[in-house]
């Protein structure tokens, strides 16, 4: 039995599922100014007249690390920064304290220019005497020698709650990226952590001593315990629960478009052969890009309940959302009043009068009655997100690839269904699937499709591994694991050494099924100096995607 | 908290064919860009707002045959890659064109700047000249344009010298070692280019040594007045980085801050990624530069690992030495007209040999060059090659201006060739028309 709780930020939904069933969902408002309560009582509520012995896991989806970002609720951060050579850094700047250092590491991993220990012994007690409570430390090219961080770590001593390492947070190149991460991970520290503390606490004195796993930005889980080491993976997981939602309760292993339309907003995600498309680099949040892995996700500010406008006797709809529908007492027309006109969406008489009332404004400047004004109105929503999707995939196709087989003949994303879940799924459909030329799919069921996803979500981990066998070194930043390796390996013991890699990890991590690691980029170098091969640059990285735990059974969807 | 951003908008067309390469431990190898590909990662250069990635799109056979004559033709000569690293500059070129972008960079490989007019193989790396087919595939586009060439690869552009040899909306202007110390062995003063484009191909051959003073004179008293009378629609940079004072092929003394500098006075709309072999010491840097340079960044924090600006000084007898070229070259430029008169007018052709050795390839061509001089427009010509391998061609240019009797003369030349060439081609740039007999 697994109980699942997605935390939004207007509601909470929690499910129970078991062996692909669903056993019970609850939807309740999110308080804001409590969000462990909030969590508290909708986990006590779920799990009311239910055999507790029987629960093997519960996956949580929450907003406490978003919500301290977003509303600036963190701790005050000192920032140590080796910028080295290269472009202007005052920019990166991002903690209360702030201090660029001397000292460099090239490309190659080289130390070039040592760092001055005393320099980073008067930061740590600048930053304790200004109050600073976490630390973010950051060295370019990190990733391929994390020494100087690991240096100026134990030069700072114990002084502070947190320290957070750049290369710890992603293999990924991307200095600035790494800063901002880095500096996060440290921010929501003390946040993330005390609600750790209090959620596992809670749940032992209700008799519930099971695995906790956290749902992330890619669509995964990981435990609560190394959440409490990267919390800043946990940000922004609610449109991976609902991306994962979608997934359980309509499968495909197609190139598919998935559509969450909402009463604000519409969120767009893609299917590749079935396996979700991921951001490139990783996820914004507030002027923040990181190196946060995450499900490629765009929100446009089309919903249900949107504002309808007349610009130039043209519709406009959104992007803002400026109350209730008018058929409810709301100021403006909106989608959901059109759907009442057409009959689409049941309403008592004067509330459809209300709905009418509305669309004949907009009618009367535009010379058509009110059925006319609500099929322009569903029309143009439809439009919408026809030509959003056109311009998405077109950024997506044309994503630089590096190499010859590639360009010619790399894979393209050409959807071939779309499936949609939200409360004007049902009725969008058939206008999408006309105006696309798709077949679209919704399940009869999404209500708490988000909390689904959240429940089915099972843990993933991607991992970036560089060899260079003429300096004989292999790293993975990740996992923080640099090791000596002989000149004679090779692009498959790299490969082999990546697999078993990840499940080590897997198993250390207790991940209770068989894990499926996959490689998911290779690339080897001879690289030559003068006339001679001096040794391989091999790249790789492998990963564990995104999946369900188990499958729905085929009653529970469409 | 503030974002970088450019105040140039920059397009960049990174693809450095990571599955491509002459021979594994040839310079052009798989591995050339790749750690330029880490320095650019680890900036984040893709995240700065007004800079953006883009893929190179395929240059089309009829693109490579309005600039070159691949003998026996385009297919046997030019592979994908070629195609991609020429699309790669097409893409950027226009880009800049329709004003998607202020400026672009294209960092493609293959290079082109060695390849010439007549193409039996490869020679400096190159195959066909991707700046040249960008070039000439716009000006089909967009009609006339005046184009200059500013090349500041080591090497001399013999390339581009050769293809835009009698042509006066294509300025070329190369600055590079010596050819008296260097491959091609060409690019000297004397060098002004053929009666339609009399003066319009300029040379600075500069001393090993050379450094950022020397290179950065040139520029300011050399390159930028020229360009101030010549007023181009283009700018392009033939941006090679083997100036480099770590470049294992050459002996200047070059930087990544000199790179940069140079990028910002000239100002190109368009810099295009030439030679440049030190893939490990210099080009993460230059590239840096330059992209930081065009974007309208900061760059003045973008250093070599071993940069010491004092070692790389250069000796006054330089200084000296390169103060006097670039007057002469001066001087050149502005009695061009008069040299002309002195030297052209009043004769029916100008007729010139030349010498190509393949290098990469191993071939040895002999060419017949015969330019009309023709007072209504650039004039037709035809290049009677022949090469140690047993081909033997006639290759006939109708330029774009062409003039009704030069347009008949360049079809009557090739309907009557004799039998004793193995292949005849004529290219017809007025109807944008590619011939080739057997």
Redesign the interface.
């Known amino acids: 039995m697994i109980v699942a709780i997605d935390m939004g930020g207007t509601n909470i939904d929690g499910v129970i599922v078991e062996e692909g069933r669903i056993i019970k969902t609850i939807k309740r408002p999110t308080d804001r100014s409590n969000l462990f309560n909030t969590i508290y009582f909708t986990l006590k509520e779920l799990l009311e007249n239910q055999d507790k012995s029987k629960i093997t896991r519960i996956n949580l989806s929450t907003t406490v690390s978003t919500n301290a970002i977003v509303e600036d609720k963190i701790t005050p951060v000192g920032m140590i920064i080796q910028p080295g050579p290269g472009l202007p850094y005052e920019n990166l700047a991002c903690g209360r304290e702030n201090a660029f250092i001397s000292g460099y590491i090239d490309h190659r991993g080289n130390v070039v220019e040592k760092m001055d220990t005393a320099e980073i012994v008067a930061i740590g007690d600048r930053f304790v005497a200004a109050g600073i409570e976490a630390c973010g430390v950051v060295t370019k090219f990190s990733t391929r020698n994390p020494q100087h961080e690991t240096m100026i770590r134990d030069l700072l001593g114990d002084r502070f709650a947190t320290i957070t390492l750049g290369h710890t947070m992603s293999g990924k190149l991307n200095f600035p990226r790494r800063v901002y991460t880095a500096y996060l991970n440290s921010a929501v520290h003390s946040s993330f952590y005390n609600f750790a503390t209090n959620i596992k606490k809670s749940l032992e004195e209700e008799g519930v001593a099971v695995p906790i796993y956290i749902l992330k930005a890619d669509g995964g889980t990981m435990s609560l315990e190394a959440a409490q080491e990267k919390p800043v993976e946990t940000i922004l997981s609610g449109p991976a629960a609902s991306f994962m939602g979608i997934r359980a309760l309509l499968p495909t292993d197609e190139d598919a478009v998935l559509l969450d339309i909402g009463g604000t907003t519409t969120d767009i995600f893609f299917l590749a052969d079935g396996v979700p498309l991921f951001q490139p680099l990783g996820i914004k949040i507030r002027e923040y890009k990181t190196l946060v892995r995450a499900i490629y996700s765009v929100s446009m500010g089309l919903g249900g309940d949107s504002s309808i406008d007349l610009i130039d006797n043209k519709i406009k709809i959104g992007p803002e959302r400026k109350g209730k529908p008018y058929a409810y007492g709301g100021p403006k027309a909106t989608p959901t009043d059109a759907m009442m006109v057409l009959g689409l969406l049941e309403a008592e008489a004067g509330v459809k009068a209300r709905a009418e009332e509305a669309l004949d404004v907009i009618g009367k400047v535009l010379n058509l009655n009110t059925i006319e004004t609500a099929t322009l109105i569903l029309d143009t929503m439809g439009e919408m997100i026809k030509s959003k999707l056109q311009g998405l995939l077109e950024e997506i196709n044309s994503q630089p690839v590096y190499t010859i087989k590639e360009l010619l003949y790399g894979k393209k994303l050409e959807p071939k269904l779309i499936n949609i879940i939200g409360g004007p799924a049902k009725i969008l459909a058939p206008i999408l699937e006309k105006k696309l030329g798709l077949p679209c799919n919704y399940p009869s069921n999404y209500l708490v499709a988000n909390a689904i996803g959240a429940a089915l979500a099972r843990p993933t981990m991607e991992i970036s591994m560089h060899v260079d066998t003429s300096k004989k070194i292999l790293s993975v930043p990740e996992l923080e694991l640099y090791e000596r390796v002989k000149s004679s390996f090779s692009l498959s013991d790299a490969k082999e050494r990546a697999l078993n890699l990840i499940h080590e990890h897997a198993q250390k991590t207790g991940m209770p099924w068989d894990v499926e690691a996959e490689i998911i980029e290779e690339t080897s170098f001879n690289m030559v100096r003068g006339f001679y091969s001096s040794g391989k640059d091999i790249r790789v990285k492998a990963q564990i995607r995104p999946g369900l735990i188990q499958e729905l059974r085929s009653d529970e969807n469409a | 908290?503030?974002?970088?951003k450019a105040k140039n908008k920059l397009g960049l067309v990174?693809?450095?064919?990571?599955?491509?390469r002459i021979s594994?431990?040839h310079p052009e190898?798989?591995?050339r860009l790749?750690?330029t590909?880490?320095?650019l990662?680890?900036?984040?250069i893709?995240?700065i707002e007004g800079i953006k990635?883009?893929?190179?799109s395929?240059a089309e056979e009829r693109d490579i045959e309005r600039v070159h004559f691949c003998v026996p033709d385009v297919k046997s000569r030019v592979t994908?890659?070629h195609l991609?690293s020429a699309g790669g500059v097409i893409k950027s070129l226009e880009m800049v064109m329709t004003k998607q972008v202020d400026k672009a960079f294209a960092l493609t490989r293959p290079p082109g700047h060695h390849a010439q007019r007549v193409v039996y193989g490869d020679r400096g790396f190159c195959i066909i000249n991707v700046e040249a087919v960008a070039i000439e595939k716009i000006r089909q586009k967009y009609g006339k344009l005046r184009v200059a060439i500013v090349d500041t690869d080591c090497h001399h552009g013999d390339g581009t010298e050769d293809i835009y040899w009698n042509d006066k909306d294509t300025l070329v202007i190369s600055f590079h070692q010596d050819g008296r110390t260097l491959y091609p062995g060409t690019g000297f003063i004397n060098e002004m280019g053929g009666p339609g484009g009399y003066g319009y191909n300029v040379n600075i051959p500069l001393p090993p040594g050379t450094g950022e003073e020397g290179f950065l004179y040139v520029l300011d008293n050399l390159v930028m007045p020229i360009l101030e009378d010549y007023k181009p629609d283009l700018i392009i940079n033939s941006a090679g980085q083997d100036n480099h004072y770590t470049d294992?092929l050459t002996s200047m003394n070059f930087t990544a801050q000199g790179y940069a500098q140079l990028n910002e006075r000239l100002n190109p709309d368009l810099a295009v990624l030439e030679g440049g072999y030190s893939i490990?010491g210099a080009l993460?840097?230059v590239n840096?530069g330059i992209i930081?340079a065009m974007a309208g960044?900061?760059y003045t924090?973008?250093?070599?690992?071993d940069y010491n600006k004092e070692k790389l000084r250069q000796s006054r007898d330089i200084t000296d030495y390169i103060k006097k070229t670039t007057d002469t070259v001066y001087r050149q430029w502005q009695m061009k007209d008069d040299l002309y008169i002195r030297n052209i007018r009043g004769r029916d052709y100008i007729q010139e040999n030349k010498r190509i050795y393949y290098d990469t390839d191993g071939i040895m061509e002999n060419q017949v060059r015969r330019f009309k001089v023709c007072n209504k427009c650039t004039g037709v010509n035809t290049i009677d090659s022949s090469n140690d391998r047993g081909r033997h061609i006639l290759a006939i240019t109708i330029p774009r201006d062409a003039c009704s009797s030069c347009l008949d003369e360049g079809y009557r030349l090739y309907k009557t060739t004799s039998h004793r060439y193995t292949n005849v081609y004529l290219q017809d740039r007025v109807n944008d028309q590619y011939l080739i007999k057997e």
């Open positions: 908290m503030k974002m970088l990174f693809f450095p064919a990571f599955d491509w594994p431990s190898r798989e591995e790749l750690y590909q880490d320095q990662s680890e900036e984040g893709e995240d990635f883009y893929n190179p395929l994908e890659s991609i294992p490990e993460p840097y840096l930081l960044l900061d924090k973008v250093k070599e690992p």
